[in-house]
């Protein structure tokens, strides 16, 4: 087991990662004297996979819990939801102290995160992530939202959660595209913030996608330790939070493209290539680092390119993207592994030459 803590002065919080965590989350629970009612927010089948050791846990810690399901799916991010669970938690009278813990992937830790932080004007949250991505992103650095209209994550907060447990061996019953998901994920926080992490992925991949306790933890742990260090400096994203998007902008106009048919650790992989290539273009990025970047991306069984054809439609996708102004936008562009920089140099027609290939 592994921990860090997230510094945030009156915020802090700490971060553990380990297998068979779920197992002792009452007693973390009562160790910040949280109780002795908690309200679990979760889905149907992450509750049927792992929601019976929580439950047993907190009841050995004395605690009493309540669970609440909301269906599967990104479109649970809703105002509509969350009114749900606000009239559910009325009805179970809710005090300010009683703590919701979010035990899913990033769609349950953003919605029952945005709950916690608005519910009563704020009750305790404890992020339980079960996907690769929530355990290395989305758990940590308190952003809590859910979508509105057509934009995604436009109704939120900045809302630390009181403890983050990382329970990798609840990784064992995710889907291959999520921990695909997951692992791109794991790849950009080695390119922005550590190198050591990024061999360490090229030197044990098959023992990650075989899910090997130690190398799981390692990765995990490695990843939410540079996720950690970027809220640190930058906890209400005024600028170098932004970092965390490296690959994303791309992979957000290849996802739209794709009317979402292409999965968001797919995007983000071509994404992080691109911006890469486009480095590499400029002079800031070595041909040999990007060579190593594409095999690992590759070796993770993540996509390199997008067929040609698909080009014209995702530049059309990054046209509409407001972020991209006169043909200009913000890429987070690799110098090294391990060190990027926040640049509005790229022109979209370099995008274009370099997606062409
Ligand atoms: P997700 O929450 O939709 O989970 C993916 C799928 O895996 C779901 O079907 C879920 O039910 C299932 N699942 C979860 N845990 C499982 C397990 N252990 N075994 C089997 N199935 C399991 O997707 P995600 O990739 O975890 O999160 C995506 C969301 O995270 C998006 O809404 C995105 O906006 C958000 N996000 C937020 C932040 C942030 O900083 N707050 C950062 C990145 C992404
Ligand atoms: N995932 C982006 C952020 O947390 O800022």
Redesign the pocket.
């Known amino acids: 087991m592994k921990k860090l803590s997230v510094n945030l002065g009156s915020r802090s919080y700490e971060v553990a990662i380990g297998s068979g965590l779920l197992a002792q989350a009452g007693r973390y629970l009562n160790g910040l004297g949280l109780g002795p009612q908690v309200v679990i927010i979760t889905?149907p089948?992450?509750r049927r996979?792992?929601g019976q050791k929580l439950e047993e846990s907190l009841a050995t810690a004395g605690l009493s819990a309540i669970t609440l399901e909301v269906a599967?799916?990104?479109e649970q991010?809703s105002l509509e939801t969350a009114g749900w669970l606000y009239n559910e938690l009325s009805r179970l009278s809710a005090e300010r102290s009683t703590p919701i813990l979010a035990l899913?992937?990033?769609?349950?830790?953003?919605l029952a995160g945005f709950v916690a932080a608005t519910y009563m004007r704020g009750v305790p949250l404890v992020q339980l992530p079960?996907?690769l991505?929530?355990q290395v992103?989305?758990s940590i650095?308190g952003?809590?939202?859910v979508n509105h209209g057509q934009l995604?994550?436009n109704i939120g907060a900045f809302y630390q959660p009181r403890l983050v447990l990382s329970n990798t061996s609840?990784?064992k019953?995710?889907?291959a595209r999520?921990f695909a998901?997951?692992l791109a994920e794991v790849i950009k926080s080695a390119v922005i913030g550590d190198g050591n992490l990024f061999a360490f992925l090229e030197a044990n991949l098959d023992s990650i996608k075989g899910q090997e306790g130690e190398a799981l933890e390692e990765i995990v742990f490695r990843s939410a330790r540079i996720k950690a260090a970027v809220v640190e400096k930058d906890e209400t994203d005024q600028g170098l939070r932004n970092v965390l998007n490296f690959g994303h902008t791309v992979g957000h106009g290849i996802e739209t493209a794709s009317g979402f048919m292409i999965g968001?650790g797919a995007a983000v992989a071509i994404g992080m290539l691109a911006a890469a290539a486009v480095s590499q273009r400029l002079g800031l990025f070595g041909e040999d680092e990007l060579a190593r970047l594409k095999a690992l991306i590759h070796a993770a069984g993540l996509p390199t390119e997008v067929s040609g054809g698909k080009v014209k439609d995702i530049l059309a996708a990054m046209r509409h993207d407001k972020k991209i102004q006169g043909g200009r936008m913000r890429l987070v562009l690799p110098r090294a592994i391990g060190d990027v920089i926040i640049s509005d140099e790229a022109e979209l027609s370099l995008v274009e030459e370099v997606l062409t290939g």
Do not use: C, M, Q, R
């Open positions: 889905n089948e992450v996979l792992h599967e799916g990104e991010k899913g992937g990033g769609v349950i830790g953003d079960t996907t991505l929530a992103d989305s650095g952003k809590v939202a995604k994550n609840a990784l019953t995710l889907p999520e998901n997951g968001h």
